[in-house]
């Protein structure tokens, strides 16, 4: 089978990026949300972020802003996955939400369609029975698409295993490098790792071990690395960090999560909120003398 036709659902951060790849590399794109503000701001985000690859990659701009004109913006479902070879699904990290976008679409998608799912930590059997296709179904999670190009595929038990490959081969056709999750697992790969990472940095923390700078240093330093675990939890946003860890049955976690619960209710979210950890724009760690 060959891709032609791509709808992305849900036109929030995620959504816009693979869209806006997708357009790039020369497919045939539709972006759907229930929200018409949202696929307004997903357009502008997508012309932002062309003016960067503009100025960053040598890409060319007119180039770029035709690539955004060919892409459908609809907030009609309907109209959104006519024709669609694959759905690519990026709306909220929410498991009735995520239900509720599946089951219609199983409903009102072409036979043909492949069904694929953008979810960080749940899993794809969550939602595969209910799109009514449970074969045609896998996780194939992006990262950030233009700076982090991985792209995790990851089959549930009941996925055919010829839609591997094709999702491998489609991932590299959007300049991802494909990486394959043999069992299903939360967090697939990459964030299982950083998972573990964090968890050691909180740990350490929260034992009173050592500081909040001498823990950062000792990894910047050790691995050549422009932050550390907690300047890594800043730019991830400590909200999205807390609802991670709170999931975490262990002690360890439990404790992190309830130091991180009090800097969230004291407003320091991290980088996005201007103070986390540590005060942004200008973080102590970016200052050539944190190291010495
Ligand atoms: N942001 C990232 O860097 C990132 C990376 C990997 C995976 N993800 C995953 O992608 C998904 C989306 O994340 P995001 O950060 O883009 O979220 P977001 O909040 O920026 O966007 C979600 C969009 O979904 C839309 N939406 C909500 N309900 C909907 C419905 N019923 N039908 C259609 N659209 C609906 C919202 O209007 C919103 O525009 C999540 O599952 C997230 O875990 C995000």
Request: aromatic share 10%; charged share 20%; glycine share 8%.
């Amino acid at each position: 089978m060959k891709i032609k036709n791509v709808c992305i659902l849900g036109a929030g951060t995620l959504g816009s990026r693979v869209a806006l790849q997708a357009a790039l590399s020369g497919y045939k794109v539709r972006i759907y949300d229930i929200n018409p503000t949202a696929l307004e701001n997903s357009k502008k985000t997508m012309a932002k972020i062309i003016d960067q690859l503009a100025k960053g990659t040598g890409l060319e701009e007119s180039a770029g802003m035709n690539a955004i004109d060919g892409i459908v913006f609809t907030d009609n479902a309907t109209n959104a996955v006519m024709d669609a070879d694959l759905i690519n699904e990026s709306v909220l990290e929410d498991i009735q939400v995520k239900n509720q976008v599946w089951e219609m679409f199983g409903q009102i998608a072409p036979e043909k369609t492949i069904f694929t799912t953008n979810t960080s930590f749940l899993l794809p059997s969550m939602f595969a029975e209910i799109s009514g296709r449970p074969a045609k179904f896998c996780a194939l999670h992006f990262h950030d698409v233009f700076y982090s190009k991985v792209v995790d595929i990851m089959p549930h038990p009941g996925t055919d295993p010829d839609l591997v490959p094709l999702l491998e081969e489609f991932g590299r056709s959007l300049e991802q490098v494909p990486v394959t999750v043999k069992k299903e697992n939360h967090g697939y790969i990459f964030n299982s790792m950083l998972m573990a990472f964090i968890g050691a940095a909180g740990k350490l923390l929260t034992k009173e071990i050592a500081s909040i700078e001498d823990i950062d240093k000792s990894w910047m330093v050790n691995f050549h690395m422009p932050m550390g675990p907690f300047g890594i939890l800043d730019s991830i946003g400590l909200d999205t960090a807390w609802h991670v860890t709170k999931s975490q049955p262990d002690a360890a976690s439990q404790k992190f999560a309830a130091l991180l619960k009090t800097y969230i209710e004291a407003g320091k979210l991290g980088e996005k909120s201007g103070e986390g950890f540590y005060k942004y724009p200008k973080p102590e760690y970016r200052n050539s003398g944190f190291i010495s």
